[in-house]
Each structure stands twice: as C-alpha cells, then as structure tokens.
C-alpha cells in the first residue's frame, strides 16, 4: 500500500476523456463500480468533456467523481494528488505534457503509473526525480500498456519457468510478435511522430535512443552486445523471416531496466531483443522487407517539416483510435524462446484477447493501477520501478483472471 493515508480516493485516472482513457475508465467502472471497494474518481482538463463522458457510462455512473485538473498547472495537480494515493495518467505525448505530473507526484508522495513509450523522455524523468520519489516514497511505473507489459512481464515469466526447470534463468530471451491484430490512434502515432522529430534534431538523444541500457542504473550498464535487428532477417528457432519490431526500442530498455532493478536476476551477461515474425517462404522474406521500408519511410517523414505534414495527413489524429469493434476483434500473440547459458532452452507463449494498443492496454493499464493501489508492499520504497520489478506476480494474477492475458510454457528442452 501507499505510505500515503487518509486520502479521498485509491485511484484518480488523469487523461480519462483520452482515446484510451476512456476505455480504462469504462473498463474500471464495469469491472469495481462506483464508490464500492475501489475509490476512484476521473480527472482531465476539460469539465465538459469529463460530464460528457460520465453520460455515456449510463445512469449508475452518476456518483463518479470528477476533478478538474491541467497537466500545465501545477497547482492544479497538487489539489488532485492531495485526494489520491494513486494516479493513473493518459495525458501524452508525454514528452509534451507529462512532467509536471510525474514531479508533483514524486513531491507529495503519490503513486503512479502510465503508458509513455517515450524512452528519451522516462530516462530524463529518472534522472530528474528520482531522489525525490525516494524521500517522497512514490512509486513511479511508466509503460504500462502494450509497451511494456507483455513483454516486460512475458519475460520475467519465461524467467520463473526457467528457474523452476534448469534451476538457472536463461542468459539470452527473444521475443518474436506472431500476431498483433490492431491499429494505432492519433495519440500514439503523435507520440511516435514527436521522438522522430527530436531525434532529428539532436544527435546526443540519437545515441542515447540506440543504448539499450539507457535507463538502466549507471552500474548496470552491460558490456555484453545486445543483439538488435535492423533489417529483413531469417530467424532459426521458429523458422521465419523477421522484421524489426517499432515497440521493441522501448520494451527492451525496460526490459534490462527490470533486470537491473532486481540485482541482474537474469544475469549480468543477459541479451534480450524483439521482431516481428513475417511468415515463411519468399512471402515471409518479402513482407520482412516491406516492413522495414514502411517503418523507414514513415520515421524518416516524421523526422523532418516538409513531409511530416504529409504523414499527418494520412494517420489518425489525437482522439481518435480503433473503433469498439476493431478493439474487440482484436489480439495479440507473443513467442519468446529463452537459452540457458549451458544450452538449455524454453519457449513460452503470451497472448492477450483485444487490439493491443487500446482494448489491452485500457485493461492492463488499469490492472496496473490497482496493482499499485492495493498489492504493493509498504516496504517497497518510492523511486522509478517497472512493472515486473513492482508489482510481479500480483500482477501476473490481475493480467491473467482479469485482463484477458494469458501465459503459458510450449516447450523446453
Ligand atoms: N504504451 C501503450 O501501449 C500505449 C497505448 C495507447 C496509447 N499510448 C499513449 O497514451 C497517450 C494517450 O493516447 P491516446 O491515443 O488516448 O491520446 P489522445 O486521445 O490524443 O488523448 C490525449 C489526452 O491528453 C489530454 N491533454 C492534452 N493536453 C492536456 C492538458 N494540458 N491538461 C490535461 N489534459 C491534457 C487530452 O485532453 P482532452 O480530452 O481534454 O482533449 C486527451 O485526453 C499517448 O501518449 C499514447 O502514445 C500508449
């Protein structure tokens, strides 16, 4: 539990008139109610848009309070950080908007968690505030939606199994996507188009973009080389061509973050990197190459003035997502395979039953939430944690009996 007591509410979800907000806030309502065992209240910038929202939940959502807060104002955030022990944020691009938060959070004490992807971003926010979140006793958990639960999760999963089995966790873990049925919104594709853009800009975040150990603690940085796909590649162990990843330069940072976070569980010589499985054949080889064109060419556009407004042109814009049906269409398949450094290996299987950017990550995001409200031990101390390093297998039990995911062992040899 939070060191903090007597607040008015367990939860507050800041963002909740965002595209994902408002699947988070309806997954909360339909899953613990209003005013019951779980005090929560929705917060944003606009008083109108959060009736408005409140409206479409129907009659029973009446009692749910709202608070009206802007992410500029700081005196703002600290009103609503003063009645919650945790906050919930989808106000992104983060980069953009989402610092004053963390650090009021960090300054009263207040738990709380999000869905940056924004590595550039979590890695100035740590350095930042982390002192203070430890005076404080906050816990700060970015990432937590598609990037980078499953995976983050999915190995410390993988992890377990291996421990139980060989008696040792596996030095080197892939992740390879069979299946990520779903679509970006505007939100997202703003995110993704502000890192291109500062990227460009500044060669200093080029590097620190490319280190996969830049949000590791400074004595956790590994020597040890990090594979990293950067183009079409044939994968042996499950026979198929790949493509690089477009999450993967963040779930991997976080990945070694957890790593490091519980003293080199994995091992201080640990690789770990992810790609998308293309198929097999030439049909594989040349949806691999499609791929990383695609990605090239729409980071390359994003990057620079004179064509980024013809991408903005083509993609959704903030507000707007996958429809309810898409969502629930959805699904995910994730195949990691994990080698023991005497050559032992395991191949395990995450999969998730909505898109993953939207149907899941409201799920996973809000599961996370109340992870945080009501699973954490008073012992863990405040700073920058990542899920698996948190909330572990509390989490594991929300994500698995209430969010859909599921986890499982296919192999080991
Ligand atoms: N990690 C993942 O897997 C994952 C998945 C989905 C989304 N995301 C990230 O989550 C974030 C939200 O995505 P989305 O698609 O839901 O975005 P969105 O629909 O564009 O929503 C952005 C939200 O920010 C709010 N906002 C902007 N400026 C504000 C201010 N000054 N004060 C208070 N609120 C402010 C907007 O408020 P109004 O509603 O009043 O306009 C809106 O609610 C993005 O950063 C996206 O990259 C991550």
Not at 11 to 23: P, R
Not at 64 to 72: E, F, H, Q
Not at 106 to 112: N, R, S, W
Not at 152 to 164: K, S, T
């Amino acid at each position: 539990m939070s060191t903090k007591t007597d607040t008015t509410y367990d939860i507050v979800v800041f963002g909740a008139t965002s595209f994902v907000g408002q699947i988070l806030t309806t997954y909360l309502f339909e899953s613990y109610g209003v005013g019951r065992d779980v005090h929560w209240a929705i917060a944003g910038r606009s008083e109108s848009k959060l009736g408005s929202l409140k409206q479409s939940l129907g009659k029973k959502a009446g009692e749910l309070p709202v608070i009206v807060a802007d992410a500029s104002d700081e005196s703002s955030l600290k009103a609503m950080c003063e009645q919650t022990r945790v906050v919930i944020s989808t106000v992104g691009p983060y980069a953009l908007y989402g610092e004053p938060l963390v650090k009021v959070c960090a300054e009263t004490g207040t738990d709380y968690c999000d869905l940056t992807g924004e590595v550039q971003w979590i890695r100035k926010m740590v350095e930042t505030y982390e002192d203070t979140a430890k005076a404080s006793g906050a816990r700060i958990v970015h990432c937590c939606g598609f990037d980078s639960i499953p995976s983050d999760m999915g190995v410390w999963f993988l992890q377990q199994q291996a421990e139980a089995t060989f008696g040792a966790p596996c030095q080197d873990v892939r992740m390879r996507v069979k299946v990520a049925k779903g679509e970006f919104s505007g939100g997202t594709v703003a995110s993704m188009m502000n890192v291109a853009k500062e990227a460009a800009a500044d060669p200093k975040l080029r590097k620190e973009l490319a280190n996969p150990f830049s949000i590791c603690p400074p004595e956790h940085r590994s020597k040890t080389r990090q594979p990293s796909l950067k183009g079409a590649e044939y994968d042996r162990d499950f026979g198929v061509w790949l493509a690089p990843f477009v999450m993967g330069a963040i779930n991997t940072r976080i990945v070694h973050r957890s790593n490091a976070l519980q003293n080199a569980r994995y091992g201080k010589e640990f690789t770990y990197d992810e790609a998308m499985m293309t198929g097999r054949g030439m049909k594989g080889r040349l949806a691999a190459y499609a791929i990383t064109g695609a990605l090239g060419g729409f980071f390359t556009a994003s990057a620079f003035k004179p064509s980024r407004w013809v991408v903005e042109k083509f993609v959704p814009k903030p507000g707007e997502g996958p429809s309810p049906e898409a969502q629930k269409n959805g699904f995910y398949d994730l195949r990691f395979v994990g080698k023991t450094a005497d050559g032992k290996t395991i191949k395990t299987k995450v999969t998730g039953d909505r898109d993953p950017g939207y149907g899941s990550t409201g799920k996973m995001l809000g599961e996370a939430g109340m992870s945080l409200a009501f699973d954490v031990d008073g012992d863990k101390q405040g700073g920058f944690w990542t899920p698996s390093s948190l909330l572990d297998g509390k989490l594991y039990e929300r994500l698995t009996s209430k969010a859909g995911l599921t986890f499982e062992v296919l192999e080991t040899s």
